[in-house]
């Protein structure tokens, strides 16, 4: 296995990892925000009033997207181990 295709077996992997995750984060990132602005408009300092919210929209973005998530990475592992006895040489 040559460098360049550990390298493009790495990059590949990050790039999976990142389009994978990113639509949960962005959920979370935006109810975040959402809470906060109202938070701020309604002069609540409760620091734990994030958190339900939070982890309601993760649960069901993950409840959404967990099939689609699960098909990245299963095609991404079966692309990976399909090609292995090329790796090993």
């Known amino acids: 296995m040559t460098v360049g295709e550990v390298t493009d077996l790495a990059s590949s992997a990050m790039f ?3 389009r994978v995750s990113a639509p949960v984060l962005l959920v979370s990132l ?13 002069s609540i300092q409760e620091q ?16 959404v997207l967990g099939n689609w998530m699960l098909g990245e990475l299963t095609g ?7 090609d292995f006895a090329r790796y090993v040489r």
């Open 76 to 82: 991404y592992i079966v692309e990976v181990w399909s």
């Open 16 to 18: 999976l990892i990142i």
């Open 30 to 42: 935006c109810v975040g925000l959402i809470v906060s602005i109202f938070q701020t408009v309604t």
């Open 48 to 63: 734990t009033l994030t958190f339900v919210p939070k982890v309601l929209a993760i649960f069901l973005a993950l409840m």
